[in-house]
């Protein structure tokens, strides 16, 4: 079974809409991790998407767009993914979103009742991630990959 982790530091955020009790977070490229059961290695892919948030509240600063994320919570009920989703991610219920962005002092913050991640097209391989590379180092590496 593969394993599918889209890293949220790093990812540019091109847009953000509001509209009819939808926001949705749209960004070029992120980052995705593919390990496979009993590999070695990881993989690295690129691919473009949106996460939208569904009957949704928006609330903080949005930053000058194009911005890079440093951190952010993707919130899913009792659940709390730091940094990542792992995909694939539809939920229903108390869901939402804490983003933190580079070289902006203040966050985003979306709440809503449904929260979603679409991926457009196909990802784009990058490179094998060796098995001794620690996350602190893949980080600084996929900072080279952009």
Request: glycine share 4%; hydrophobic share 40%.
């Amino acid at each position: 079974m593969t394993t599918r982790i889209l890293e949220l530091p790093g990812m540019q955020i091109q847009a953000i809409t509001s509209e009819n009790n939808q926001v949705t977070l749209m960004f070029s490229a992120a980052n995705v991790v593919k390990s496979m059961d009993d590999a070695v290695e990881k993989t690295l892919w690129r691919q473009a998407g949106k996460l939208i948030v569904s009957q949704a509240e928006l609330a903080g600063e949005i930053p000058a767009l194009p911005a890079i994320v440093e951190h952010a919570d993707i919130n899913d009920n009792t659940y709390t993914q730091r940094d990542m989703i792992q995909i694939p991610l539809e939920s229903r219920g108390r869901v939402g979103c804490e983003l933190q962005f580079r070289d902006h002092a203040g966050h985003v913050v979306i709440w809503g009742e449904e929260i979603r991640l679409v991926l457009d097209d196909a990802a784009k391989y990058i490179r094998h991630i060796p098995a001794n590379e620690t996350r602190s180092q893949s980080q600084e590496s996929h900072a080279k990959d952009w």
